[in-house]
Structure formats: C-alpha cells, structure tokens
C-alpha cells in the first residue's frame, strides 16, 4: 500500500506534522483576558501553568500579552513586550515545545522571534506591511486569522453576505500575499477566528462549513475555547465553566478537518481527541 507523505507545518526548527490534531495552549500574561485574565502575569506563575499543558500534552504554547477579547484596550508594544520578554525567553527553553506569540506588533513579533518562538500568531491576520516584513525575514509558522474590524468595535453588529465566503477569500488573499512577499506556502496556517467580529450564528456557519475553508490546502487552526457564544448557547456566563462546551468544539472543528485547536483545557482536550482518534482508527 502506498501511503501519502504526511503534511508539515514549517514552524523555525519545528516541522510539526499534522498527521493527527495538534493542540495549541492558552497562555495569557495579560491583567485583563476574558477567561483568565491576570492569573498568570508572573513568571513563575507562567511557566508553571505552561509546564502544565506541555505535561498534559499540549505541542505549542501560545503566549499573549494583550487581550483582544471584544471591546478591549489596545496595548502599547512596548507593554505589551514587557510582559511577555521575559516569559517566552524561559519558554523557550524547554526542547521540543513550540512556542508561538500571539500578538498584532511587528515590534514584539520581531522580538519573540529573535528570542526563540516559533509561531507569529498574528490575530489582525497580516494586514500591517511591517508584520508582514517580519515574516518574511524569519523562518517561523504564521497564524493568519480573520478578524473583522478591530476588537475594540468588532462585535457592533457585525454583518456579511456569506461569512464563509467572504472569511475564506479574506484568508486565501491574505496567504497569497505573505506568498509574494517570499513566506514559503508551508509555514503557513489559517483561522477564521472564531468571535471575532462574528454572532453566535456565524461562528456555527464557519464551523459547520470549515471544510471550505480546509479546501484551500494550508493548516487550519480553530480557536472556540470558552469563547462567548459556547455560553450563550450552553447558558453559562463564566468562561471557566465552558470547559465541556470547549471540548465539543474542538472535536467538532476536529472532525470537520481543523489540524490545530487552540485552547484553555489541554488535558481536558486531549484526552476527547484520543478517544475521538482511537474510535475513528481502524483496526490493524
Ligand atoms: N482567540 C483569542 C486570542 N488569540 N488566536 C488565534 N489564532 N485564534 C483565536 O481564535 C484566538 C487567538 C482570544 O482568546 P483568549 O486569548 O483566551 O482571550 P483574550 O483575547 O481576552 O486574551
């Protein structure tokens, strides 16, 4: 039997092969994230949590130094790196654990880099010309993620004719530019992201249908993890208390073909995609 070469994501040193869903771990270091804002704004506290998800099986961590979360303050760069030098100089440390920075800045981007991450994980998908310029003079994986408006309006009635549409053609015209721009097809990931600028009806649409977005051939990351429309239809308004809700999701984006979830409960997590993975393996 010939079998396929199994597919990478080029990310520094790391190629992750995405022969099974890859886990990505919430790290926040920011006073203010919705879920769990100022729970880890020390460095022991941070390294910690991660060591934590890295045990429980995560295979990146994402580090954030500035909540996007609806209606959020912008944060300078120079804050914002202030708050996560010093963090992803010790995670880096660790072998084998991919770490990616989550963050809009150029700046900081740049600085995390040169320090040892992995991923840009760019939440404004791109659209500076000097992130741009970032990626093209390093060799880390990209998140590209739609976002539509900023986070300080985006959730002000947001309105598309097609969301799966419009978010796919967002994203291919996105990956195509950084293309041009000399970022090799393979370090490249997408993300319709999930709650920004986006209802509760247009986030199911784009997890019903992320097989449209999958079509387009990069690695698609989801990231539903407690996120506000997992309250509002489960009931709950705490964001801790969406754990359950945040495993449905995953294995959900999972099945329809998301290589990468982005989330707060690792174990939790990990252990719904094993049983989902060993249900779904043939017997030898
Ligand atoms: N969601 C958040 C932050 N970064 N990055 C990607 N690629 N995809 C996402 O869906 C995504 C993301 C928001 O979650 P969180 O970091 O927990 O909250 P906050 O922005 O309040 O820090």
Redesign the pocket.
């Known amino acids: 039997m010939v079998t396929a070469p199994a597919r990478l994501w080029r990310c520094g040193r790391f190629e992750l092969a995405l022969v099974r869903p890859l886990v990505m771990g ?1 790290l ?1 270091v ?1 006073p203010d ?4 804002g100022g729970a880890y704004d020390d460095l022991g506290a941070a390294f910690a949590h991660a060591s934590l998800m890295a045990e429980a099986g995560a295979d990146i961590i994402d580090l ?1 130094g500035e ?3 609806p209606g ?1 303050a912008t944060v300078s760069p120079a804050e914002e790196l202030e708050r996560v030098g010093v963090v992803v100089e010790e995670l880096v440390r660790t072998p084998g654990l991919p770490v990616s920075i ?1 963050t809009r800045h150029a700046e900081v981007a740049r600085a995390c880099v040169d320090a040892g991450a992995a991923i840009i ?1 760019d ?1 404004s998908g791109f659209r500076d010309a000097e992130m741009v310029a970032v990626a093209a003079a390093c060799d880390a994986g990209l ?1 590209v ?1 739609h976002m539509l408006g900023e986070p300080g309006t985006m959730q002000d009635g947001p309105r598309y004719d097609d969301v799966v549409a419009e978010v796919r053609a967002y994203l291919a015209g996105q990956a195509r530019a950084l293309e041009a721009a000399g970022v090799a097809r393979e370090r490249i990931a997408i ?1 319709p ?3 920004f600028g986006k209802t509760t009806a247009h986030n199911l649409e784009l997890l019903r249908r992320l097989p449209e977005l999958v079509s387009l051939g990069y690695p698609v ?1 989801v ?1 539903a ?2 996120k506000r429309f997992i309250g509002e239809i489960a009931g709950e308004a705490v964001p801790a208390r969406r754990v359950a809700g945040s495993v449905a999701a995953a294995l959900a984006a999972t099945a329809a073909g998301a290589d990468i979830v ?1 989330v ?1 409960d690792v174990a939790e997590t990990v252990q719904a995609l094993a049983v989902a993975d060993a249900i779904g393996r043939r017997p030898s």
């Open positions: 919430v926040n920011t994230s919705f879920s769990d954030g909540s996007t979360r959020s989550d994980n939440v998140v993620m993300d992201g999930i709650g990351l990231g993890s407690r982005r707060h």
